[in-house]
């Protein structure tokens, strides 16, 4: 029942800007932490950034002082703003959601179906 939608992908110039969001929608009790991962052709997925519903915020070394990553509970939706993208940002991008499901206390992992960022001149 649960979903995560991505949308905000695209293609942009070396130094252009895109703004990524993912809403959560379904049978779900509470939402702890939502983040950002990112997967390029023949590499191993990455984490981008991560916020916990505490409203803190962490990010790779790769993308500090470009990214950043911000949540609205009442929405169930977080969003990645990029800023001055470069080639090496190129990947599909993940959301992903650790929640927890009605009658459980456990935490779920659930991932969106993936966007596409291209960043090319």
């Known amino acids: 029942q649960v979903q995560l939608e991505e949308s905000g992908g695209g293609l942009v110039q070396p130094g252009g800007s895109l703004r990524l969001s993912c809403a959560a929608s379904?049978?779900?009790?509470?939402?702890?932490?939502m983040g950002w991962y990112r997967q390029a052709p023949g590499k191993q997925r990455e984490l981008v950034a991560t916020v916990p519903s505490g409203g803190s915020t962490n990010y790779a070394d790769s993308v500090k002082g470009r990214f950043t990553i911000s949540r609205d509970n009442a929405k169930n939706t977080v969003y990645l703003q990029m800023n001055t993208l470069k080639p090496e940002d190129t990947a599909v991008y993940y959301c992903?959601?650790?929640?927890?499901?009605?009658?459980?206390?456990?935490?779920?992992?659930?991932w969106g179906q993936g966007t596409q960022v291209t960043v090319s001149s």
């Open positions: 992903n959601a650790a929640l927890r499901l009605p009658g459980s206390f456990r935490l779920f992992n659930y």
């Open positions: 379904g049978n779900i009790f509470s939402i702890n932490t």
